[in-house]
């Protein structure tokens, strides 16, 4: 699946690649109103990765509903729609509009942006926040409702049981670190927002013991991302207990990366003689190693 | 449409302590990049630097009529520069492209006047040869920092462009910016011939000559650039502020949006 906020609304790539071909386009987080997000500078490179706060520039539900969605059903995508509000009522009016819409599969709740002062990661620092977030949109929708976790709280597994015991369909995580990043020299923050979130490789073990916990702590099934930039990545994710995953700052490096995914993680499975990839999803082996003989 | 090409250096011609001509063999984007259209490079395979970085196309050669490779015209600043000033014949550089919006290319009787500061002056090559096919007068007013830094003068003079040169320390042309030949020329300027205005360069500069131009009845066009992590319109980094129809304005991706703007459209911070 292409991670939200890196893929604009999907028909920004449909030149390139075959839409139908994702297991599903996250949609660029959506509010109910459109949005000018921050001023630049909005990304700054940091090692092997980068921070970002764009701030959610987004063209609103309304538009997108009129401008994107008829093009990406015309593709073929799996639409996952990201959805971000200020309040609650935000989510759920978001979620009812959504849930009208030709094409809509699965929404997916932005409680975890760390660039946007107002909602979002408000309700995702807050059990009781993501419990009632999740519950009202359920109450109103009957697409899958997948919240996206942030990692910047203790205890990652205690949202994914409250997002479950809400009534969460599944659960997809991580977004974002919080980070920042100062130009020594002018001893300006690089961001004009001064502070940003940070993804890309640098992240992909934090994130992988993240999924660890989670597939622990819930039955529903655990989106996985973080770092992902090749086939073996996406295998650690999946190993360590994640049904599917998202890729999003390697597909600004490559835009052409899914089929390498696809042929990377086939030829794995043909390897390894498993026959699905669900055969493979959380089973990473905590056995004791024996020792092995080996002569030299 | 894109296409990624894992691209060889064919050559790699430094033309000071910190420019460089880089030769790569991407005939598929070379033969398909429109005048201003840029490419997104990234040299190395590992996490450092990680993100592409844009680049103008800056020639493209053809051996009898077969497209064979683009050059690209880089000034060492960063990482990725870096690693170009010091690629050597048969490293493998990433080339994504052609991305973004072209030049708008004037038919004669308009006169085109390309103003490019330092290496701004990279996407001109190509917008010489599309206007040269056309048939269109051409100027190129070309400032740097001093005349050690001026390149490619005879490339441009040998199609028959005119050159109108200034530098900073005043070692070749006027002395100053390049805002200061353009305002001469400008008022010298036959009133009743329309001239369209290229400008690649520093942000400030395009900001002066848009200025400059608008003051004299005349329309530009820019190519800015701006920190741009993924060039095909999926991040919205490389946002730049652009007025609308309705009297506002709003940020504008230069990726897909430009990088090619009327100098009139944009709002200078």
Not at chain 1, 58 to 68: D, M, Q
Not at chain 1, 258 to 276: F, M, N, P, T, V
């Amino acid at each position: 699946m292409a991670a939200s906020g890196c893929f604009g609304y999907g028909v920004e790539y449909a030149d390139a690649i075959d839409l139908s071909t994702l297991g599903a386009v996250v949609s660029k987080g959506l509010f109910l109103a459109e949005r000018e997000g921050h001023p630049p500078e909005r990304i700054v490179e940091t090692p092997a990765g980068m921070l970002n706060a764009i701030g959610l520039q987004g063209i609103g539900v309304h538009r997108y509903i009129k401008e994107k969605l008829p093009e990406l059903r015309r593709l073929g995508a799996t639409n996952v729609v990201n959805i971000c509000g200020s309040t609650l009522d935000e989510y759920v009016e978001l979620a009812r509009i959504l849930s009208d819409a030709e094409g809509v599969d699965a929404l997916e709740l932005n409680i975890s942006c760390p660039n946007i002062k107002e909602g979002g990661i408000t309700f995702g620092c807050s059990l009781h926040g993501t419990f009632d977030v999740v519950s009202a949109v359920k109450k109103v929708t009957r697409l899958p409702v997948i919240p996206k976790l942030t990692p910047n709280v203790t205890d990652v597994a205690s949202f994914a049981r409250a997002a479950e015991d809400a009534g969460a369909d599944a659960v997809s995580l991580v977004n974002t670190f919080l980070a920042m990043a100062i130009d020594v020299d002018t001893r300006r923050p690089k961001l004009s927002n001064i502070v940003g979130g940070l993804s890309g490789p640098a992240i992909r073990p934090i994130a992988i013991r993240m999924v660890y916990e989670c597939r622990r702590a819930v039955k529903v099934p655990v989106i996985g991302m973080g770092g992902i930039a090749n086939a073996t990545d996406a295998l650690e994710f999946i190993i360590a207990g994640a049904a599917a995953v998202q890729v999003g700052t390697a597909n600004f490096v490559d835009p052409f990366i899914w089929s390498k995914l696809l042929d990377g993680i086939r030829e794995y499975l043909d390897r390894h003689a498993i026959a699905r990839i669900g055969d493979l999803v959380g089973t990473i082996d905590l056995t004791s190693r024996e020792k092995q003989w080996i002569s030299s | 449409m894109p296409v990624d090409v894992e691209a060889r250096v064919i050559r790699n011609t430094r033309l000071s302590s910190d420019y460089n001509v880089i030769t790569l063999a991407a005939p598929e984007i070379a033969s398909s990049v429109g005048p201003g259209q840029f490419v997104m490079v990234k040299p190395g395979r590992g996490h450092d630097p990680l993100l592409r970085r844009p680049f103008s196309v800056f020639e493209v050669l053809r051996t009898g009529g077969t497209v064979e490779a683009l050059t690209l015209l880089s000034k060492r600043i960063g990482v990725t520069t870096s690693m170009l000033f010091d690629a050597v014949e048969g490293d493998i550089v990433s080339c994504l492209g052609p991305l973004g919006r072209a030049f708008d290319v004037v038919d004669p009787p308009a006169d085109a006047w390309m103003v490019a500061g330092g290496v701004g002056l990279a996407p001109f090559a190509t917008l010489a040869e599309a206007l040269i096919a056309r048939g269109t007068r051409t100027t190129l007013l070309y400032g740097a920092r001093s005349g050690k830094e001026l390149f490619y003068l005879d490339w441009f003079r040998d199609r028959g462009i005119r050159l109108v040169l200034s530098t900073e320390d005043g070692t070749v042309g006027d002395r100053g910016r390049v805002t200061v030949p353009l305002e001469r020329e400008l008022q010298l300027s036959d009133r009743g011939n329309e001239i369209m205005i290229y400008a690649c360069g520093p942000e400030p500069m395009l900001e002066a000559v848009a200025q400059v131009a608008a003051r004299h009845g005349r329309r530009s066009q820019v190519s800015v650039e701006r920190v741009m992590g993924c060039g095909m319109g999926g991040c919205y980094s490389c946002v730049i502020p652009v007025r609308d129809a309705r009297g506002g304005q709003h940020y504008v991706r230069s990726c897909i949006g430009g990088p090619v703007f009327a100098g009139a459209d944009i709002v200078w911070d």
